[in-house]
């Protein structure tokens, strides 16, 4: 079962350049074994709670325009995130996760 959060998400929102009102997003996600640690504890606390953080956001961002297939695996992980059963959502976002690795080469 999903949140009714999920039509929220748009991942095409991810596309946007940085605005001199909104922090740098190199102070966040400078690097691509940056932006994976950020998602991996992501991962370790999706058992808990949903992982919709600014951090997390900003290294999705870093994979949706520097990794093969990112938006598609960005929309992926907005949808795992939304599974209401702690259990089922921390399994999606584990192997959302690992494609993201898979696909950055890592």
Known sequence: MRSSSSARYDVRAMDTSTRSDQPETRRIAPDLPTSLSTIRKAVEDSARD????????????????????GPMLCKAWFDAQDIANPAHRFEAVRQVENLIRVSAGM
């Not at 992982?51 to 956001?57: G, L, Y």
């Not at 290294?59 to 949706?64: F, G, H, K, N």
């Open 50 to 69: 949903r992982v919709d953080t600014e951090p997390v956001r900003q290294a999705l961002r870093y994979v949706y325009k520097h990794v093969d297939k």
